[in-house]
C-alpha cells in the first residue's frame, strides 16, 4: 500500500505547528509562573544575597566592637577594685 505524499505533507505540517503551539504555550507558562513567583516574593519579606553579605559585615563589625568593648570594661572593673 502506498502512502500519499500529500497526506504525509499534511501530518508533518500539522505536527509542526503544534510543535510551534506548544513552544508558545511553554513561553506563556514560564512568563506567568515567573510573575506568580515575583508576586509571592515581594509578599514576603525576603532578604537579597548583597544586603545579606552588607548586614552580616555589620554584625562581624559590631561584634568585634562588642569584644574591644568587654576587654576594655573588665580592664576598667580591674583598676577599681585595686
Known sequence: ????????DD???KVAAG????GGVKQ?????IK????SAFSDLDVV???RMQVAEAMLNKTREQMAE???RI???EARTKK
Open 11 to 13: 501530518i508533518a505540517e
Open 48 to 50: 537579597k544575597g548583597e
Open 74 to 76: 573588665e580592664e576598667l
Open 35 to 38: 510573575s506568580i513567583l515575583e
Open 19 to 22: 510543535l510551534r503551539l506548544m
Open 1 to 8: 500500500m502506498a502512502v500519499d505524499q500529500a497526506i504525509l
Open 28 to 32: 506563556e507558562a514560564q512568563t506567568q
Open 69 to 71: 568593648l568587654e576587654a
